[in-house]
Each structure stands twice: as C-alpha cells, then as structure tokens.
C-alpha cells in the first residue's frame, strides 16, 4: 500500500513538472512599433497594466471620484456622469461601462457649457503616477455605441489625446467617425482649445475588434499609431510656443457622451469599452555626472555683461536643466540664461548647478571700477579698440583705432590709476612695450581718447 502511494505522489510531481516544462515562457513586451527593442525601451510599471487580477489596482489607477477626488474637476462631459460603480476588470481586461441610469443620484449642477447631468453614467480611470516622455500603447475596443472612447494624458497646461472614437454615432452623417483615428494637443493656459489636430480614416471600425494604438512622445515630436503604422505627426517645430508638451503626464481612459455626435439609446446600454492592456515605455535615464562652465573666470567693467556657458555631461543626459546663481549681487548679478551683469567693483563667484545630482561648476568675476575709461565729456563717444597681442607676455603691444586723429593714450590700472600716458598724431596703430613700463601681471584698461571720442580696451598681461 505505502509503495502505491508514493508511486502515486511521484506520479503527480512528475505530471506536474512536465506541466510547467511544456509552458510557453512569456515573451519580454516592447512596444507594437519596435518588436526587437532597438530603440532600447524599458517598460515603466508604474504606468502599466495588464489587468490580469481583479479587482483593479487601485495602488496604480484612480478610479475618478474615489474618495471625493476628481482628477482636474472633471465628472464626465454632461448629460453623463463619471460612477465609481462602472468600472471593473473581468476576464483579463478592464472594462469601462456606460449604462443608463436616470435614478443615479447625479450632480445637480451643470457642467461648463450649461448642460445638465442626467440620465446616462461613465467611468474614467487615471494613473496615480506621471512620466515624462516615452512610448504610450493601448490594445483596446472602443464601446459599439453612440459614445466616446478616448486614451489620452494630462498635465501642467496640456492635453496629450492618443485617440478619441465615436463607436457607433446615433446622429445622421456621423458613420465616417466608426473608423476614425482623431487625436489632438490642447493647450490649457490658453482655455485648453486644440492647438493640433488629426483625423484618420483607418481601414476598420474601432469598436469591431481589437486593435493597438501607440503614441511615441519626446521633447520635439508626438507620432500617432494604429497597429503599428504612423497615421500623424506634430512637432515642437510646426507648434512653436503652442508646443505644450513638456511636463510630466498622467494617463486617462474614459467614457463620455458627445452630444453633437450623437447619444446613446436606453436600449443600446450597458456597453463597455474593453482594454486588454495599457503599457508604457520609457528609454534608461542618463544620469548626468558633472557640468563644466565657460569662461572660468571673467574680468568685467562696471555695466558690462558676459554670457556663460554650461556644459552638462555627458552630451545624452536626461535632464540637462541647469540653474545660475551669484555668491555677491551687489557685485554681479546673473540671468537664467547664464548672462552675467557687472553690478559694482569688487568679486564675485557665478555658480551653475544642475538639476539632476546637484553638480556645480564656477565662473569667478572680477568687477572693476569705470573710472579709467570713463568719456571726459557727454559729447565723446566711446568705442572699442583692438589690441594684440591679448594676452600679452613680450615684446610690442600693438593698438589700432579706427582713423588717424591726435590722440593721447592712457593705461590705467584696475584702481584707475594711469600708469603709463603719451601723445600721438596721425597713427591708425600705436605700438608700445608694456614690459619696459614695468606692468605686473594683471588687467589693465587702455584708452585712446582724441578728436571727441574715446577708444577703450582691457589688456592682460601675463
């Protein structure tokens, strides 16, 4: 007997393991678009599901209206009404119900446009987490009645619609919208109108059957997919300042009633739009691991300014931002362009940091007094003059002004002290030799001052 029982037990583990053996191992997801990943995509799970377990995750989604919380403040386009009760996942998708329910105890005011809530209740669910950038995929079946299914994101100001679809419109010269593939960009600091639109005609009817519908969104382009073939493109080039799309996006599917299209009928309801799955890609995050910042140092006249430049590496980084900051204002200000303003004498520390890792680089900035080049009267005009060699180490220093006036030249210091001064008459170009003035290594300011104008120009010398 005990030897029956145990030929029995091996007999089920041996079933058992060839069970799972002869199981298909699933397959690694990339996006419908790039089957073999060479755009190197890494799922986001934060964002994505397969609805395989009921009830929803309510860790990752909002179901619109739990909890008194609504997304945006918006309970569905009037007459229909978001409900918590029509939303559930069965049979390996999430399904979206409309259903008519003229006893559901409806908001009693009217939405934007003056329209009541009555009648008709919808479902809208929400990522709890936002992504910036990426690849956007729904596999989905738009419901087969007079209502909008839509896929779509928002955020700071913007609207990111992937697709919306009437599945089948009750009004008359509506059919063209059953196999209409309509996406859209709104801009809401502007009252959220479209800012750019697409409608195609794609070879089924999306409330027939499943179909998978993408959107590849980075920091210059949005392109729009009907299983797998490119329908449309925006670019941050064709939208200029209307190129919304730069915040992080939460993700909505949902219901709702277009009037001007057509409503449902009580007896065409309930009707579900089903989604097998909703799945986000994003490509590894470059971390960034230093910045740099040129010039390093910067000598500057009171008034004068200066643009620095920041270089964040390496050159793929995510996130590139960048903020400027001065350790002395009074001295130097600068701008969030890295344009730094020489304020009054003295020294000053300009410092870029980046956004991501907190790395800083410094520029140091020496301010000095105007004095030494200052016009001797409102009348004079003050130009530039070219000096060469600059730096200057040996030999003569060659200045050019722009004609051949009497001129007197003036070197000063950075206290605004002359240190060396001559008269010349008739010369486009002076050649004198600093190293036999005795001038020590530092900036100097030279000025050419005759027939009512002044020349100026900083020298360092090394």
Partial sequence: M????????????????????????????????????????????????????????????????????????????????????????????????????PNYPFNPTVD??????????????????????GYMEIKAKTANVSIQSSFWMTGQNSELDVYENNGNPSLPGKEHLKTEFWSSIHNWATGGNSVWTNRSQLPFMLAGGFHVYGCEWTEDYAKFY???????????????????????????????????????????????????????????????????????????????????????????????????????????????????????????????????????????????????ISPLSGNEEAEKINLYPNPYASGELTIEIPDKPEVSLDIFDLYGKAVFSNNYNGQSTIKVNPSKLGLNMGLYIVKVQGNNKSFFGKLVVE
């Fill in 226 to 372: 009907a299983d797998g073939i490119l329908y449309a493109t925006a670019t941050k080039a064709q939208l200029g300042s209307n190129w919304v799309l730069t915040n992080p996006l939460w993700i909505w599917v949902d219901n709702e009633t277009f009037t001007w299209q057509g409503v449902p009928a009580e007896s065409d309801l309930p009707a579900d739009y089903e989604i097998e799955y909703i799945r986000v890609w994003q490509h590894a995050l470059v971390l960034v691991t230093d910045v740099t910042v040129s010039p390093t140092s910067a000598s500057l006249i009171v008034g004068e300014t200066a643009s620095l430049t920041a270089t964040v590496l390496p050159a793929d980084a995510a996130d590139k931002t960048v903020t400027w900051s001065s350790g002395n204002e009074s001295v130097a200000t600068v701008n969030t362009s890295g344009v730094v303003t020489a304020v009054s004498a003295g020294s000053a520390t300009i410092t870029v940091t980046t956004n991501d890792g907190n790395k800083t680089a410094f520029c140091s900035v020496t301010v000095i007094p105007a004095t030494g």
């Fill in 112 to 133: 934007k446009n003056g329209v009541k809530y009555e009648n008709f209740t919808t479902s809208a669910v929400i990522s709890k987490k936002q992504f910036l950038y």
């Fill in 2 to 101: 005990i030897k029956i029982k145990l030929f029995l037990i091996l007999t089920i583990w041996v079933c058992i393991f060839s069970i799972l053996s002869i199981q298909p191992v699933m397959a690694q997801q990339y996006p419908f678009t790039d089957p073999t990943n060479t755009g190197n995509w890494i799922l986001n799970t934060e964002v994505s599901d397969e609805f395989e377990t009921s009830p929803l995750d309510e860790v990752k989604w909002l179901i619109q209206g739990t909890g008194g919380v609504w997304m945006s403040n918006f309970h569905g386009r009037a007459p229909s009404q978001f409900s918590l009760n029509n939303v559930r996942v069965e049979t390996g998708k999430l399904m979206l119900q409309t259903r008519w329910e």
